[in-house]
């Protein structure tokens, strides 16, 4: 995945090119919180939680994986829209 700052994701070793901010759904209504929906061709869709090890590389590091905790990289997405 890349944005417009060259944002890479990778969930589990795995680079990401299909992700997705979406609102969470809580007892059938729209919160104000977002959840990230990722697409890997083989597993198909995932929302991510903070089991996953998430990594980002890009922006002023843009050579080097940098771990992140599922609520950074939420506001990193969310910035990057």
Known sequence: METKNQLMLRVN???IN???LR?????GHLSEKYEV???DPILG???LTND???EVKGGVSPKVWHTI????LVT???DNK
């Open 13 to 15: 070793g795995i680079v």
């Open 18 to 20: 299909e992700v997705k």
């Open 23 to 27: 609102r969470k759904v809580i007892d």
């Open 37 to 39: 929906e990722v697409n």
């Open 45 to 47: 869709k995932l929302s």
């Open 52 to 54: 996953f090890l998430i």
């Open 69 to 72: 905790i599922l609520d950074n």
């Open 76 to 78: 990193l997405l969310f």
